[in-house]
């Protein structure tokens, strides 16, 4: 058991509690709890009443820190740990790894945005990247349980905030970089740069896969590290010859090392191509054969609301996490690939997060599909109807409709379909939730879906 907390509600009986100030909770305000609970030991910011040891240090979250990194890093050395960032693909990409290595014998565990998995365990996390003790903690986890390697997201904030210190990448992976997040980071430049101290964490000699059609792939080729490019350039380590689509696989033809390849993946759009290749580059950088990776590859899946599709009203529905200008342009000119009728989208911005994108979101929506239905995605404490007055502000184009509600606004796009049309569901993804203010509602893209199935065969069956 790590000896620290910082949850009071989490406290064991023997753990030193330390108190984070964080932007709303100040676990100074939670210190007698945690002495109830059994700590012997308050690390704290400013003097403090107990009756048991205390220490007063200039920065808690410091402390908190250093103290993981000099006592329990060294105890996760013989973890293998993979590292992914980049805006979009993460989640996909290491979760294909995450399914790839068990299937191939190698135990593993996934941390990112869609939980903490392993075994048949899994856990959800508040954040793509969680707070440093969690991720200590997560790693302990795993490694108790039998796991040698783990496939982790790591986002650009956690990077920034040294959430990962202390800890040895083996293998680093880059998808793209793409506006997001620009609430937090103000430019461009200050996100790569963000994303570039992952550098930091990789061990000597480490393994990199970087995606080189991306414009700032060329960022992540170092000197001193073993280097896969991926791509459809000509120097591209991994090169993309062709691809072939279909609504529900795609077949790849690419090279790597001079050797022609061919895979079936059980994926869709150009954008998971390059999902594939990186997990792909991934496994090689642990040495795993190409025919060992090709024949797995039909037993792996995508993770939920990553391009996951419904048969619906005669044609089909996709639910999809793009919630940012290039996942949604990447996403909607996938399916106009594949479309036989007519595109229609359902997409919406989050409240209290980067206001800049929205009308760059409003008008790629309306401008590569038929129909958009714009909706409410996450407000938060932001008025709905602000963040649709950003959206669709001085928009040349008029085939769209705003229905605030999110069920109505798929319901709608649903009654609306007619034969072999394809509807987008966009931003929300794998989240089962809406945040309406400060709480969060049970709501869940897929299962709006089929409960207007259910609903309209009952209607059907019934008349």
């Known amino acids: 058991m790590i000896e620290f907390e910082t949850d009071s509600r989490k406290v064991q009986p023997g753990q030193t509690f330390v108190a984070i100030k964080g932007f709303t909770v ?7 709890s945690a002495i109830e609970k059994g700590a012997i030991k308050v690390i704290v910011e400013h003097d403090v009443d107990v009756n048991i040891e205390k220490e007063i240090v200039p920065s808690t979250k410091e402390f908190i820190k250093n103290a993981l990194v000099e006592k329990y890093s060294e105890g996760l050395k013989d973890l293998t740990i993979l590292g992914v960032t980049g805006t979009n693909g993460k989640t996909t990409t290491c979760y294909l ?11 593993c565990a996934y941390l990112g945005t869609i939980g903490f998995y392993y075994d048949d365990v899994k856990i959800e996390l508040p954040n793509t990247t969680p707070e440093i003790l969690t991720v200590y903690k997560l790693l302990y986890e795993a490694k108790e349980h039998g796991c040698t390697h783990i496939v982790m ?31 937090f980071h103000k430019t461009m430049e200050n996100y790569l740069n963000a994303k570039l101290k992952i550098f930091n964490y990789l061990e000597k000699n480490g393994n990199v896969i970087t995606n080189i059609d991306d414009e700032y792939g060329k960022y992540f080729i170092k000197d001193g590290y073993n280097t896969i490019s991926l791509g459809y350039k000509d120097d591209a380590t991994i090169k993309i010859n062709e691809a072939h689509y279909t609504p529900t696989y795609t077949i790849i033809h690419f090279s790597y090392n001079g050797n022609n390849l061919e895979v079936k993946t059980n994926l869709t759009s150009k954008f998971n191509v390059y999902n594939y290749l990186t997990c792909f580059g991934i496994l090689k950088s642990l040495n795993i054969s190409d025919e060992d990776i090709i024949n797995v590859t039909k037993e792996t899946y995508p993770p939920k609301g990553r391009c996951e599709i419904i048969e619906v009203n005669e044609g089909v529905a996709v639910v999809d996490y793009a919630h940012t200008p290039d996942a949604v342009e990447k996403v909607i000119n996938s399916f106009l690939e594949l479309k036989t009728n007519r595109i229609i989208t359902i997409v919406g911005c989050g409240g209290d997060r980067d206001p800049i994108k929205r009308p760059i979101m409003g008008s790629i929506a309306c401008k590569l599909s038929d129909h958009v239905i714009f909706t409410n995605d996450n407000p938060r404490t932001e008025d709905p109807k602000n963040i649709m007055n950003d959206i669709t502000k001085d928009l040349p184009y008029d085939n769209f409709e705003i229905i605030f509600d999110r069920k109505e606004a798929i319901y709608h796009g649903i009654e609306s379909m007619e034969k072999g049309d394809i509807l987008l569901i966009l931003g929300k993804g ?3 939730y809406q945040i309406l203010g400060h709480e969060k509602v049970h709501f869940d893209d897929c299962e709006q879906v089929n409960n207007w199935k259910k609903e309209s065969f009952f209607i059907l069956s019934t008349s």
Not at 97 to 107: A, D, E, R, S
Not at 154 to 159: E, G, I, N, R, T
């Open 26 to 32: 100040d676990g100074h305000d939670y210190i007698n």
């Open 97 to 107: 790894t995450y399914q790839m290595l068990n299937k191939l014998g190698i135990k």
């Open 153 to 183: 997201e790591v986002s650009s904030q956690s990077l920034e905030e040294e959430r990962v210190a202390g800890l040895n990448y083996k293998t680093i992976a880059f998808t793209n970089l793409t506006q997001d997040h620009l609430d």
């Open 430 to 432: 794998h989240e089962d």
